[in-house]
């Protein structure tokens, strides 16, 4: 299509599963730098952490950060550390602390830092919170928004429950399944929909029920098919009754 000089050029780029690596690292390296020099130049710049467990059952911090570039707010990955034993105040605070002086940056323009209710985050003496703003006085904190959400979801009224509790069912019924995935693949496919597949939720990372959900909903006309073609007494529950 392009020609045999432009084949040969092609040919002779490297491609080996080394070069992509470095290459690949070379580019991490590059964003970070980018990102890094843009949070040494705000004014100011607030950070959000949490620690989570992932499917190898090992501890991770994750930290987001917000800063002003250019009179406009941007918001980046700040870095993942993997805490390799304990998870408690000082080890966080120790691998942010460290990641902070590694790379030049001036606690003293920290103006805020959100976390969970968590007791090693907000211990009223030795908590990271406490711990922070000992360094960085003009932090102040504030109780991540989305954390309670999941606290309120937790209580949740019992006709609200149900109506969870029956969808997360319908979309185990079709994704828990690899016959059933396939079929309502093919299906979709045939319909010509946008999406191709459910989406399964899962109880650590609180959003996934709302997107499972809205993609249940975006899916409602392909479900009731494929529940009523398989006989599923849940094709009940996707039927409009009004």
Not at 45 to 52: T, V
Not at 95 to 110: K, P, Y
Not at 198 to 215: D, F, I, N, Q, Y
């Amino acid at each position: 299509m392009i020609g045999e000089a432009a084949a040969t050029k092609l040919n002779m780029i490297p491609l080996s599963d080394n070069t992509i690596q470095r290459r690949i690292s070379d580019m991490a390296s590059d964003v970070k730098e980018q990102v890094l020099d843009d949070i040494r130049e705000s004014p100011f710049f607030s950070i959000q952490l949490d620690e989570s467990t992932d499917v190898a059952n090992c501890a991770q911090l994750m930290v987001y950060v917000r800063y002003i570039k250019e009179l406009s707010i941007q918001e980046e990955l700040f870095f993942c550390h993997s805490l390799p034993a304990c998870t408690t105040a000082e080890e966080i605070f120790k691998a942010l602390n460290d990641f902070i002086q590694e790379n030049h940056i001036d606690w003293g323009r920290c103006c805020g830092i959100f976390t969970d209710g968590a007791r090693a985050m907000t211990g009223r003496h030795s908590g990271l919170v406490k711990q922070v703003q000992s360094i960085a006085p003009a932090a102040v904190w504030t109780h991540c928004i989305i954390h309670r959400q999941a606290l309120v979801t937790k209580k949740m009224p019992k006709e609200l429950r149900a109506v969870l509790d029956e969808a997360v069912k319908i979309v185990n019924l079709i994704k828990s399944h690899a016959m059933n995935a396939r079929l309502f693949s093919i299906l979709c496919n045939e319909m010509g929909t946008h999406f191709q597949q459910l989406l399964l939720h899962s109880e650590v990372r609180w959003l996934s029920h709302g997107k499972a959900l809205t993609r249940l909903c975006d899916l409602h006309e392909e479900v009731l098919l494929f529940l009523a073609e398989i006989n599923s007494p849940l094709v009940k529950h996707m039927v409009d009754k009004n």
